[in-house]
């Protein structure tokens, strides 16, 4: 988090300008009105372009109101999208992807707990001669809804907690020319605001789906519109330009006086793409979050027409240009630097941290239903196609860690040069952690953190294992094997207060070494192994997914009166979460509305399939390699298939 405004406004002097131009002209030109000299160093310098996206007059992303009434939500629920023909097979043929199932019954729930208003379902006259029959039957539809409604509002009294976390959360939400357009990431009037008053694209997800599960839908097509015009942001660190798709971690509205009279002011988005934030981390996964959101968005309302404008189909193929294009790498996940997710601090999760991996199988996926099928996107989804068939081998063989691949692990031979190499990273059975020989459970099983040459981080990152399980980027017997390890190790993992970031810690001289001495992140604190209750929402996803919302439940239960009276904490520090976080925030929004998600889910679990995918057995047919029918070397993927097929 940051104390500094983000640099379209401040425009601050960048050290790269300072030293080059101490050097090359007197003044440096992001200040200056620029002289000939500066325009050949500094063709466009980028400081002067304080641009901000400005409150459009007239309503140019035709952001029409979406409030809509229960019954209308399940109308467009259920109706084809207007292009039918014109999207991609996936999302016409999965039935993963199809209408929210039992989404009628889902929404009645939903709405006759007195969290917006009932639109009775209605019968329409077929003929006058069966007047008669029609009323009556309507009265008879009426009075069993009547007696549905009864009987659920009787089951399922709102807790004070779930009264209070809607009050909260609404407190949060932000506005931006009169419409709600996100939630600022706290509101604890006791602590500096820093940036926690800005709208974070991660830290949103689970408030838009708290809003959209209780059908309040504008917020969130609101939030995708105003997102993906910041995408487009001339966005620099240092006079450099970081690329076309990338998404902020998070964005601002700004009161600035109008030009003309100082006492008007206009409203502006100020977006951060972390040009202002500490250490300068990328949001790599602001991208991914806004392509699972957008999908999640479609299912729910129905409203497919968003997702097939093109401006947005812009803003799903910039972000995945991005993530696919060529560079050094030599596996198909993907390659970035440490603190480019949730955990955007120095953590040892460079490389190619299962985070990211979990939630770019999950875009790829998302997208693939998304992208409008034509000649210019077959290409698009031809590349996507073949990444997902990659990636999903590649953290399945690899990431896969239980009892019988440390065994494996263990006795592996090293310095192995062949192309049937079985240890291929070259990995020293040196480094299996002493912890992990106690600790990891004869039943069960997870993905380590992170795969790099000669490299494996053996801890357990929760959100990465989650998103695999909610994804389907694990086998159905991994994501089995990650709820049974989360169910063997409760106290490790859930504790006093659900659920540990990342287990171990990093203690001692690794602290030292890997997390470079931060205070913060000192062991069994915030990133380092503290407990984050916003992770709620997304073990729940899983655990219903799994068929095993018991667990969730459980953890929910730990949580509720917990959360309230210590007045919605960011995170919790101590091995078992037995303490608030020694800087945490109180009134974070993501706890308070990861909380009611959780709760919302339970209650109406078939909707989690708006964040959820089946197994699709055509990706792991897929194969994509010219060694299939080379003579002198074998597909290693085809050889190992057996084993991942489990
Ligand atoms: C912290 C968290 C980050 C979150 C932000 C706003 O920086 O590490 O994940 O998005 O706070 O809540």
């Known amino acids: 988090m940051n104390a500094t405004g983000s640099m379209g406004i401040a425009g601050t002097v960048r050290p790269c300008c300072r030293l080059l131009v101490a050097q090359l002209f007197p003044e440096c030109p992001c200040h200056q009105r620029r002289v000939a000299a500066a325009a050949f160093f500094f063709p466009r310098c980028p400081h002067d372009r304080r641009r901000v996206s ?45 209408p929210v199932p039992g989404v009628d019954r889902a929404f009645e729930r939903i709405f ?75 509101t604890d ?18 408030s838009a789906l708290a809003f959209l599960l209780k059908g309040e839908t504008e917020i969130v097509r609101n939030f995708l519109l105003y997102t993906l015009q910041l995408q487009s942001w001339e966005k620099t660190v240092d006079c450099y330009s970081p690329g076309q798709g990338l998404m902020p971690a998070s964005f601002k509205v700004r009161s600035v006086p109008l030009d003309v009279s100082k006492d008007e002011v206009e409203e502006m988005l100020d977006p951060d793409f972390g040009e202002s934030a500490i250490g300068r981390v990328a949001p790599v996964d602001s991208g991914l979050w806004w392509i699972i959101l957008l999908r999640a ?59 990211i991996q979990a939630l770019f199988y999950c875009a790829l996926r998302c997208s693939r239903e998304m992208i409008v099928v034509n000649d210019g996107s077959k290409s698009l989804l031809r590349a996507i196609n073949n990444r997902l068939s990659a990636l999903s081998f590649h953290i399945r063989e690899y990431y896969w860690v239980d009892m019988k691949k440390i065994n494996e692990i263990y006795r592996y031979k090293t ?151 210590d007045k919605w904490p960011e995170y919790y520090d101590t091995p078992t979460g037995r303490f608030i976080g020694k800087q945490s925030r109180l009134y974070q929004t993501w706890t308070i509305a990861g909380f009611l998600a959780s709760k919302l889910l339970l209650e109406n679990p078939e909707m989690a399939s708006i964040l959820t995918f089946e197994e699709d057995l055509e990706l792991l047919e897929g194969c994509a390699c010219s060694l299939i029918k080379s003579p002198r070397t074998q597909c290693s993927r085809r050889a190992a298939k057996s084993h991942v097929l489990h």
């Open 297 to 355: 968005y479609g299912k729910i309302t129905g409203d497919y027409t968003l997702q097939e404008r093109v401006d947005v189909q812009t803003g799903i193929k910039l972000i995945l240009n991005l993530c696919l294009s060529d560079g050094f790498d030599m596996f198909p996940t993907l390659l970035v630097t440490d603190g480019s997710c949730m955990i955007d601090r120095r953590m040892g999760i460079h490389g190619h941290p299962l985070e």
């Open 189 to 206: 009037p006791a602590a500096e605001a820093l940036n926690y008053d800005q709208v974070f694209i991660r830290d949103f997800v689970p």
């Open 112 to 186: 006759v707990q007195g969290l917006a208003a009932v639109e009775p379902l209605v019968i329409e006259r077929v003929a006058e001669k069966e007047r008669m029959l029609v009323v009556e039957e309507k009265r008879n539809v009426e009075e069993v809804e009547e007696e549905q409604r009864a009987e659920v509002a009787k089951a399922r009294e709102v807790s004070e907690s779930e009264k209070e976390a809607w009050r909260l959360l609404k407190n949060a939400v932000v506005e931006y020319c009169g419409s709600p357009v996100g939630t600022v990431a706290a």
């Open 415 to 565: 310095e192995e040069y062949s192309q049937d190499a079985i240890n291929k990273f070259n990995i020293y059975p040196e480094q299996i952690p002493g912890w992990l020989v106690d600790w990891v459970p004869e039943k069960g099983g997870y993905f380590i953190g992170n795969l790099q040459p000669a490299h494996m981080d053996f801890r357990f990152f929760s959100l990465g294992n989650l998103w695999a399980i909610v994804s389907s980027l694990a086998t159905p017997r991994q994501a089995e094997g990650i709820l049974d390890l989360i169910e063997e190790k409760w106290d490790d993992l859930v504790g006093n207060m659900p659920l540990k970031i990342c287990y171990p810690a990093l203690e001692y001289e690794e602290w030292r070494i890997i997390t470079g001495s931060d205070p913060k992140n000192t062991p069994w604190s915030y990133h380092n192994g503290g407990s984050w209750p916003t992770l709620l929402w997304q073990f729940t996803s899983a655990c219903i997914k799994m068929g095993r919302p018991e667990l969730a439940r459980k953890a929910i239960t730990i949580a509720e009166n917990q959360l309230s009276n």
């Open 54 to 98: 400005k409150c459009p007059r007239a309503p140019a992303l035709s952001l029409a109101p979406q409030r809509r009434s229960a019954a209308s939500l399940v109308r467009a629920a259920l109706a084809p999208a207007r292009d039918e023909a014109a999207v991609s097979d996936t999302r016409r043929l999965s039935t993963a992807a199809g």
